[in-house]
Each structure stands twice: as structure tokens, then as C-alpha cells.
């Protein structure tokens, strides 16, 4: 038995005793415990002269993530044992930082009958009531109670091999199997060979095989399971199948997300991996924002985490050839760019969350003025000039964009009419003028677009503090030119504690909104949707509150 003290040291049971029993430990016969369950902890006292509060553990149930009852290979032994997993909040002793998950097993000898059977009766006793009592405790987000997946419940486990260092698959195996298997979880492993085969495999996949479907990678694979999901004819069904993240990418936006949700302090690496492991076993199930896109060529798409467009989608892009650092990528990446910080020309618009101009709404530098004319707001043309090299050096002209398929013989608007998916009610198609109630923002030069709908753009990066999974809005940022190198960098330094709005940057922009436009300037340029590039070109964009599932623990 793990006999580590909690941060709060052991205190007694706050609720009455249901269960209460004198085992041996099960690696250590000559220690015997007296263990009560409550509805909400176990408690192991070990039976010793020892001063009780030395003695004394006191496990919430909440971070129980399963139990199991079994009796040993040896038939000569009527003894059975159950075991218990958990995986509460510690710090460690030795260093300052903030706690971690860790994994604390408990396991006991149950061996007073002389019957090998009603040994193990008893021990499958104890672990059914584990686990109905952890299963019973209540979990309220925001005062809603989650529902949570059925058990034993049945995955579907993609996991890319190639994401991050490329160490997914021992990640796996060093994790994660293990957890799966405590917490009783049945997962059927694919790992996955080429772009695009998860999203082939979920398109045909009868789903009624798996109660959800989880990724094992950066944020990229989401988003393939996603839209693979909405090409479906039964996507109205598909897309209510809980999904799950493990991160194991360079990114890991949706994960630290996720973690961040849970109210717990950031952590990285390995310890975020535990987190969502444990976030997963758990089983609560949430509602998430999924928003739509439409492309200048007539292609729709869905995005469950961030548009960008500027100096945030170049350092995505770029930083790819340092892929083998991790999650350091994007801060090498962050510095090359700032070394020669480009302008990027081009018209944005959007769709307040609040159709008046609420304080609430910009926390930076205010609303962008309304469009004097509206009727004539962002009408896609070539007319948009961009200043030559020798003019304006720095503007951008890198050439990353990435063709998607195209719809021949059909105009974009009704090709996006033929596409599955909920419909869009704010958005008129990209050929058209907007209505009057949008706002165009007046400057045409940009250092960054970012809209985000998750509070993280990678890891360490808190850009959306006050983002939730189902807020049913659209957290739009935007730089405009005249930001110095130094202000740039300050504001990305900040947002690593997600106190980059409160810079009183001049430069930095800050509005909830419901849809968006923006028309880029003609040239080359990047676009990125939930870190992967798209088309280039004019793109617009709905929330729709509520449409996907989540595993959000």
C-alpha cells in the first residue's frame, strides 16, 4: 500500500461508513489495515502502535478510476484480493511546481473463509461498491451535471504514430494501457499509416461498435475525426459520439484545454498525458462547439479549436522542420519570425456574440468602429492592392497554401448546400455583401488573426482564458500593424499565464463574436485551421454552440 501522506494530511471520513473490513496488504502479509468506504472516500487505517495520523490514508473516490476483485494463480491459496486505482493531486516534495496526478494502487488479502469463492465473493463485493460509489459522485461544470459513458464502455483508440518526438506508441504503452485496463476500459488500438485514415475509417465505421472514439496525437488527427464524422449521411447521429484526446503531438491545444476545464494547474508533457488519461477513464461526457467554415473554392469544413491567419499561422507552418524538439518548436519558431515580422493586408469582419457594443464584449482598445456603409462590407474582389517587395519588404509572401479538393461545376454556394452538416443561419455566401449588423474592422494591415473557441493554442499558450467548450462563441483576436518586435513578444510571454489581455497593448484587439469574415489581401499566404493549412483566400466562419461530444472528465 502506498503509504504517502496527502497535501491535506489525513483527516477522517466525512460521511457515514457503508463498508468496513481488517485485510492484509497484498504484497505485504504482515501489515494489516482496517479499511472503511464511505460515499465519498476510502479510508485505510493501518493496525499498528503507531500514532493514527502517520497511519491513516484518505482516498477521495472522485479520483478513483476503478477496482477489481481476482484470486492468484495458485490453487493451494483460497486468499482473494481487490485492488483499487487511483490517481489524486500531489506535489513533489522535492521540487516547486504545481501538483500532478499520480498513481497510488491499493491492494488487499482477503483470506478469513477457508472457501476459495467466498473469498473472492467478498472481494467482489468490496470492488462493486467502489465502483458504484465512485461512479455515483456527482460532477457539475458551471452547475450542469455531465453525463458520463456507460461501463464497461467500448473505444475507439486512433494513435499516430509520427505526432510529437514520435513517441506516441510507447506513451501508450507507458500510460495509458495501463490505465485503460484499471479503469476496466475495452479500446480497440488503429494506429494510423497516412494522412486522412482516421477520417476514412470514421466515415465507414459502424459506430454503433463504440460508445466513443479517442486520438492519440496532436490536434491534427481531431480535427481529420471531426469532419469525417460530418461527411457521414448519419452525421446528425455521428457527431454526437463522445470523443477523446491523449496528447502525444507538439501542440496538445484540445488537451491542455481540457485539463484547464477541470480546475486544475497547468502541467505538461508526460503530466498533462496522465491528466487526460484520467480526465478519459473517468467518463464525463460534454457538450463542444464545433464551428463551420466556408472556403473561397465552395469546400466546408469544421473546426473544433482555432482559425489563424498572419504571424500566428506562419510560426505554426514554419516551426514543422523543428518538429523533432516538441512542444519547443513553436517557441524557435516564435523567434525566427519575429526576426523579420511581416505585415499581412486584408479585410476582417465579424458578428458581435452581442449584437450591441458591450464593454463585455472588447477588453482591448475597444470595438472596432461599425461599417459606415454595410451593404458594401467585405465584397470579394481583386481590387484589394498589396504593396510591392520593394515597397513594403516585409509584407508576407511565403507559399504554403494548400489546395483543398475542389467542387467542379458548381458555384460555391451550391456546393456548400449539397455538403452534410447543420446549416449556417448567420453567414451569406462568400460572393455576397454582409448585413448590416456586422462590424468591419476599420485597419486593413495585420500583424495576426486568431479565433479561437478552446482557452489553449498549444500546451503553455492560455489565449482564451474565459473560453469554455460549449460558450457558444467565437474568441476573436487581432494585431494590427505598428506592433514593435519587442510589444510582440511581450504579448506571447504573457499569454503563457493568459495575462496578455491585461498588456494594455494598443495594438491588441479582443471581441466575442458569433461568425467572422476576413478576405485576405492578394498574394501568397497561410491559413490555418486547427493547425492545419488550408486554402488560401477569402473564409468565413459560424459557431454552432453545442454540436460535437467531448470526454471532458
Request: charged fraction near 25%; proline fraction near 5%; glycine fraction near 6%.
Amino acid at each position: 500500500m502506498d503509504r504517502r501522506r496527502a497535501d491535506s494530511d489525513f483527516i477522517t471520513a466525512s460521511s457515514p461508513v457503508t463498508l468496513y473490513g481488517e485485510f492484509t496488504q497484498g504484497n505485504n502479509r504482515k501489515v494489516r489495515c482496517a479499511v472503511q468506504l464511505t460515499e465519498k472516500d476510502l479510508v485505510v487505517q493501518r493496525l499498528s502502535s503507531a500514532p493514527v495520523g502517520r497511519n491513516k490514508v484518505v482516498l477521495s473516490l472522485r479520483e478513483c478510476v476503478g477496482c477489481r476483485a481476482y484470486r492468484e494463480d495458485d490453487k493451494a491459496d483460497p486468499s482473494a484480493y481487490f485492488a483499487a486505482y487511483f490517481y489524486p493531486l500531489r506535489k513533489r516534495r522535492w521540487m516547486k511546481c504545481a501538483p500532478w496526478r499520480q498513481r497510488v494502487e491499493l491492494c488487499f488479502r482477503l483470506a478469513a473463509l477457508q472457501e476459495p469463492h467466498a473469498n473472492l465473493e467478498e472481494a467482489e463485493k468490496w470492488a462493486r461498491a467502489v465502483r458504484e460509489r465512485s461512479a455515483r459522485q456527482q460532477h457539475l461544470r458551471d452547475g450542469v451535471l455531465l453525463s458520463s459513458l456507460p461501463r464497461p464502455c467500448r473505444l475507439m483508440l486512433f494513435v499516430n504514430p509520427q505526432s510529437g518526438k514520435g513517441q506516441a506508441l510507447s506513451l501508450y504503452d507507458n500510460h495509458i494501457r495501463r490505465m485503460f485496463n484499471e479503469a476496466g476500459v475495452i479500446h480497440t488500438l488503429i494506429i494510423t499509416e497516412r494522412q486522412n485514415h482516421a477520417r476514412e475509417r470514421v466515415r465507414d465505421a459502424e459506430l454503433s461498435q463504440w460508445d466513443a472514439l479517442v486520438i492519440m496525437s496532436g490536434d491534427g488527427l481531431l480535427h481529420e475525426v471531426i469532419n469525417g464524422l460530418l461527411e457521414r449521411p448519419d452525421w446528425e447521429e455521428a457527431i454526437r459520439t463522445p470523443l477523446g484526446i491523449l496528447p502525444s503531438g507538439s501542440g496538445n491545444a484540445l488537451a491542455a484545454s481540457v485539463h484547464y476545464y477541470s480546475g486544475v494547474p497547468q502541467v505538461t508533457s508526460e503530466e498533462l498525458l496522465v491528466s487526460c488519461g484520467f480526465l478519459l477513464c473517468k467518463g464525463l461526457v460534454s457538450h463542444m462547439d464545433l464551428v463551420s467554415l466556408h472556403l473561397s473554392s465552395g469546400d466546408r469544413l469544421f473546426s473544433f479549436l482555432s482559425l489563424a491567419w498572419g504571424f500566428v499561422a506562419d510560426v505554426d507552418v514554419e516551426s514543422e522542420k523543428y518538429r523533432h524538439a516538441g512542444a519547443a518548436r513553436f517557441t524557435v519558431g516564435t523567434l525566427v519570425r519575429l526576426a523579420s515580422l511581416r505585415i499581412y493586408k486584408g479585410k476582417l469582419a465579424y458578428l458581435p456574440a452581442s449584437r450591441g457594443r458591450s464593454k463585455d464584449n472588447v477588453l482591448q482598445k475597444g470595438a472596432a468602429a461599425c461599417c459606415r456603409n454595410p451593404a458594401s462590407c467585405l465584397e470579394p474582389s481583386s481590387s484589394a492592392k498589396q504593396p510591392s517587395e520593394d515597397s513594403c519588404p516585409n509584407t508576407c509572401h511565403s507559399n504554403n497554401s494548400l489546395k483543398l479538393r475542389r467542387t467542379e461545376g458548381k458555384s460555391a454556394q451550391s456546393a456548400t448546400k449539397d455538403l452534410p452538416g447543420p446549416p449556417d443561419t448567420l453567414l451569406p455566401p462568400l460572393d455576397q455583401p454582409l448585413p448590416s449588423d456586422w462590424v468591419l474592422v476599420p485597419e486593413e494591415d495585420f500583424v495576426l488573426m486568431l479565433a479561437m473557441y478552446q482557452s489553449h493554442l498549444a500546451e503553455d499558450l492560455l489565449a482564451a482564458p474565459d473560453a469554455r467548450l460549449d460558450d457558444g462563441v467565437i474568441h476573436l483576436f487581432y494585431v494590427t500593424a505598428g506592433i514593435s518586435r519587442n510589444a510582440l513578444l511581450r504579448l506571447f510571454l504573457a499569454m503563457e499565464k493568459g495575462t496578455h489581455l491585461h498588456t494594455n497593448c494598443q495594438h491588441l484587439v479582443h471581441v466575442k463574436v458569433q461568425a467572422l469574415r476576413l478576405e485576405p489581401g492578394t498574394g501568397k499566404g497561410i491559413i490555418t485551421v486547427d493547425g492545419e493549412v488550408v486554402e488560401y483566400g477569402a473564409i468565413q466562419a459560424e459557431v454552432h454552440g453545442g454540436l460535437g461530444r467531448l470526454i471532458s472528465g
